[in-house]
């Protein structure tokens, strides 16, 4: 190996400070090294420009590299200079990116818009890259995103880790997505040094995708309440001027106490007013429901509009009160329909629960004489699942695969239940459980490594090789010195971390640090 050369932008490396040594990882970070050129007085250039390593037989040229910072050094072999370098990724910390893409529909289907290998692709535009291949991610998952002014690299290094994939920048320049555990079989050919073994996948005994907080839609009876004079919100009877407390509707129906002598109250009294703008008017849902407030702004049903699906707004409806019904809608006649929707004159008031009508909403007397008593209203509404205890893992949408005690949790947020509650088998029938278990299911699969162990090796190259990295070659590490030239990987396996120095460049920067130290205490003693 003794015609063993590298340069750097056309510089000679310094072969007695140590020679080139370069490592190439997988990821979204540049690769970042230090290379000893030849003393030179001219000007370090600033433009991009490539290492060529060279064994006498085989040369290996990294490709648009960048200087980073350049020091002049000396010791007793004599004088060169460190050039920090990295490749073109150090590009990739700029950009953004806005867009959503595979927003569900309004029914909670999940739509297939955009597959993780276009998402990528979107994003590898966005960072201006014009050659890549990303088919290793999965074809037939179609995750949902919504990036606002967001990193591109970031966006693409999560996506990757989602479906256990890196990226690998190759020796050709080009950009490839790599599934991990999948790539070349371990080179043949001799080796100066060897250490294979096993590296565990980390693979989890469960998978579970978990998704964001159930929406349930069910109807309920509403309750008149009043608005008392502290500002509560109370039953009629609990109010603190109800003509008759004892009266399970607070004596407020009684033909002695209408609207039109203000229940009872002096006109302008704070109680006249609380009267006159509530009773009769605002009905909210029982006690034994409140805990699922706030109620939302649509429910789970749908309907289309000018050829748009989409969700309900909450609304009241008749119930089965059809002589209440043939009051409100001005029905006359022997068949009264249930369950009339009335689609105006009343807001509702999402954080309390309360329906706030214009009009008093009172049952049909039986006779000018009766007692007013209120109608049968009901209120469909939706809201995020929760109990009288609070929020639980049973109130989320989840999909697991496997048993066991170790659990990886995949987070998507996005993935919704929608259900309706049955009031004939009380319980929730789910609208979209089995298009989001589909769904689940492929990222799980796309996830998993499939095996506990991969075989993985250590092992140093005599010579320059041209491997490239893939999902099993993690790292590659060219040095080329005095000595001559070696190759260096990490098959299967990351150890040290991506982008460490190796052995040979520890020792080095070792001896420039004692270096530095006694230049030191010379200075600090002159």
């Not at 229940?263 to 006159?276: L, N, P, W, Y």
């Not at 409806?317 to 059809?322: C, F, I, L, M, P």
């Amino acid at each position: 190996m003794a015609n063993s050369t590298a340069t750097l932008h056309g510089y000679v490396v310094d072969a007695t400070a140590g020679g080139a040594s370069y490592t190439r990882t997988l990821g979204i970070q540049p690769d970042v090294n230090t290379i000893p050129i030849a003393w030179t007085e001219d000007t370090i250039p600033t433009t991009p420009g490539s290492l060529v390593l060279y064994d006498g037989t085989t040369t290996v040229t990294i490709l648009n590299l960048y200087i980073d910072s350049h020091t002049n050094r000396e010791d007793k072999s004599g004088k060169y200079i460190d050039v920090v370098v990295r490749d073109r990724r150090w590009k990739w910390a700029y950009g953004a990116i806005t867009g959503e893409h595979n927003r569900p529909l309004a029914d909670g289907t999940p739509t297939t818009e955009k597959t993780a290998r276009e998402l990528a692709g979107l994003l590898l535009d966005a960072l201006g890259e014009t050659g890549y291949d990303v088919t290793a991610l999965p074809a037939g998952v179609y995750p949902y995103v919504a990036w606002e002014w967001a990193k591109p690299a970031e966006e693409l290094q999560r996506l990757c880790r989602d479906y256990g994939c890196a990226v690998a920048l190759l020796l050709t320049d080009f950009v490839e997505v790599v599934k991990l555990g999948t790539g070349d079989d371990f080179p043949a050919g001799s080796v100066e040094e060897r250490a294979p073994g096993q590296k565990m996948t980390g693979r989890p005994d469960i998978y579970t995708v978990a998704g964001g907080r159930c929406v349930i839609q069910r109807d309920a009876a509403l309750v008149p309440v009043g608005l008392d004079t502290d500002g509560s919100i109370q039953d009629l009877a609990d109010l603190s001027y109800a003509p008759d407390s004892e009266d399970p509707y607070g004596g407020f129906g009684k033909a002695g106490y209408r609207s039109y002598d203000f229940f009872g109250q002096t006109a302008g009294s704070a109680a006249a007013d609380a009267a006159e703008k509530s009773i009769w008017k605002w009905y909210r849902l029982p006690s034994s429901l409140r805990y699922m407030l706030p109620v939302l702004n649509e429910v789970v049903e749908t309907e289309t509009v000018d050829a748009v699906l989409r969700r309900k707004k909450p609304y009241v409806s008749t119930g089965e009160d059809a002589a209440w019904a043939a009051q409100e809608f001005e029905i006359y006649g022997p068949d009264v329909p249930a369950g009339l929707v009335a689609s105006s004159g009343y807001e509702i008031d999402s954080d309390l629960g309360i329906v706030k009508f214009d009009e008093e909403q009172i049952a049909a007397l039986a006779d000018p004489g009766a007692d007013e008593t209120p109608p049968e209203i009901t209120l469909t509404f939706a809201y995020r699942s929760t109990s009288e205890t609070g929020v639980t893992w049973e109130d989320y949408y989840w999909y697991s695969v496997g048993e066991g005690a170790l659990e990886e949790i995949i987070r998507k947020p996005d993935m919704v239940a929608y259900g309706i509650w049955s009031m004939i088998t009380e319980e929730v029938d789910w609208e979209n459980a089995d298009d989001l278990n589909t769904q689940a299911a492929a990222i799980i699969a796309a996830a998993d490594p499939g095996a506990a162990w991969f075989d993985s090796q250590t092992a140093l190259f005599p010579g320059i090789k041209t491997f490239d990295l893939d999902g099993k070659m993690r790292s590659i590490t060219y040095a080329v010195g005095s000595g001559g030239a070696t190759t260096s990987v990490q098959w299967n396996m990351e150890f040290p971390r991506p982008g460490a120095p190796t052995r040979h460049e520890k020792t080095r920067r070792a001896k420039l640090g004692s270096i530095e130290q006694r230049m030191a205490v010379l200075e600090a003693q002159s």
